[in-house]
C-alpha cells in the first residue's frame, strides 16, 4: 500500500523548497502530482524517489534543466555515477545511500559507505555520516516511504560493517578501564552500543558487549564475574509504565562498587534520581570524557 505525501513531506526529505518544487513542476514538469477532488496536490513512494533523485543530481551540480531532459535511464544511470562518487559532493552522500537504501541496492551502499570510511576513517564516518543517515531514515519512517525491510536492510549492513571494524582493532594488553555495555527488555539501540564499543575499544578500553534483552539478575552476575569500572545502557522504549527509578535503585545498590552510566529519554521523562555510583549521560560522545 503506497503511502500519500504533501509537498511540505517531499521539502522536508528532500530539501528542495516547496516554492521551488513547485517552480519544477510549472517550468519543466519535472514533477507530476496527483490531486485531490479538492484540487490538493499529492504524492505517493514512487514520486519520493524521483524528487529525491532530482534533488541529489541538483545537489551535485546538475542544472535542473538537463535534469527534465533525462530519461528514467539516464537519471538512473547519473545517479550510479555520483554513488560512485566520481562527482559526488561532499556533505551530500547521506542522500545518495538514502536512494541506495529505498531501491535495496546492496551493491552501492557497500560502496558510497566503504569510500567515505576510506577518505574520513570509521569514526569520523559515524559522526558524520551514520548519525545523519539514521536521522534521514527516521524522517522517512514517519512519512511513511521508510519500510521495515528498509530498516532490516540497513541496519544489517551497519551491523555487520561496525563488527568488521571492531574486529580489526587491536586488542588490548593493558586497558584503561574495563566497561560493559548492555540493553535491558524490548530496547532496540544494538547498533549505538556496537558504535561505543568501536570508539572505546580504540581507546584502549576493554569492553564486554552483552547486547539486548538482558534481565537484571544477569547484569549484577556479569559485573561479579568481570567487575567493570563502568557499566553503559540505553533506556528509551522500556518503563514507559513500569518504574524506572525502581529498577535503577535496585541496579545501584547491587553493584554498588561500579559506576553505571545511563542514557536515554524515559531518564528525562521520569526525573529519574540517581545514586552516587550512576551518571546520566545525553549522548555517546560524552563517554569519553568520563573515562
Known amino acids: 500500500m503506497s503511502s500519500v505525501y504533501s509537498i511540505k513531506d517531499l521539502e522536508k526529505l528532500s530539501g528542495i523548497k516547496a516554492h521551488t518544487l513547485r517552480i519544477w513542476e510549472k517550468r ?3 514533477i507530476k502530482p496527483k490531486r485531490t477532488a479538492n484540487n490538493i496536490r499529492y504524492y505517493l513512494d514512487e514520486d519520493i524517489k524521483h524528487i529525491l533523485n532530482i534533488a541529489l543530481l541538483n545537489k551535485n551540480g546538475h542544472k535542473i534543466s538537463k535534469i527534465a531532459c533525462m530519461c528514467n535511464k539516464e537519471m538512473s544511470q547519473a545517479i550510479k555515477d555520483l554513488s560512485l562518487l566520481s562527482g559526488l559532493t561532499a556533505g551530500n552522500e547521506v ?3 538514502t536512494l541506495s537504501i529505498l531501491e535495496l541496492d546492496q551493491n552501492r551502499c557497500k560502496v558510497i559507505l566503504d569510500t567515505i570510511i576510506e577518505k574520513k576513517g ?8 551514520i548519525y545523519p543517515l539514521l536521522d534521514k531514515l527516521s ?5 511513511g516511504s521508510f519500510k521495515a525491510v528498509h530498516e532490516s536492510f540497513i541496519r544489517n549492513m551497519l551491523h555487520n560493517k561496525v563488527c568488521a571494524e571492531i574486529d580489526q582493532l587491536e586488542n588490548i594488553d593493558n586497558p584503561k578501564s574495563k566497561f560493559i555495555l548492555f540493553l535491558s527488555e524490548k530496547e532496540n539501540h544494538e547498533l549505538s ?6 570508539i572505546l575499544k580504540k581507546r584502549n578500553v576493554q569492553v564486554i558487549n552483552l547486547g539486548s534483552n538482558i534481565a537484571v539478575y544477569d547484569i549484577i552476575q556479569a559485573c561479579e ?6 557499566t553503559f545502557s540505553i533506556i528509551n522504549d522500556t518503563f514507559v509504565e513500569d518504574s524506572l527509578q525502581s529498577y535503577v535503585d535496585f541496579l545501584s545498590q547491587h553493584i554498588s ?10 531518564f528525562v521523562k521520569q526525573e529519574i534520581k540517581l545514586g ?13 570524557s568520563i573515562i
Open 28 to 30: 519543466y514538469g519535472i
Open 95 to 97: 542522500e545518495a545511500i
Open 122 to 129: 570509521f569514526e569520523v564516518c559515524i559522526y558524520e555520516f
Open 139 to 143: 524522517a522517512l519512517w514517519f512519512s
Open 193 to 198: 552500543l556496537l558504535f561505543l564499543q568501536y
Open 225 to 230: 564475574i568481570y567487575k567493570p569500572d563502568y
Open 257 to 266: 562498587n561500579v559506576t553505571m552510566l545511563f542514557s536515554g529519554f524515559q
Open 276 to 288: 552516587k555510583n550512576c551518571k546520566y549521560i545525553e549522548s555517546l560522545n560524552a563517554v569519553e
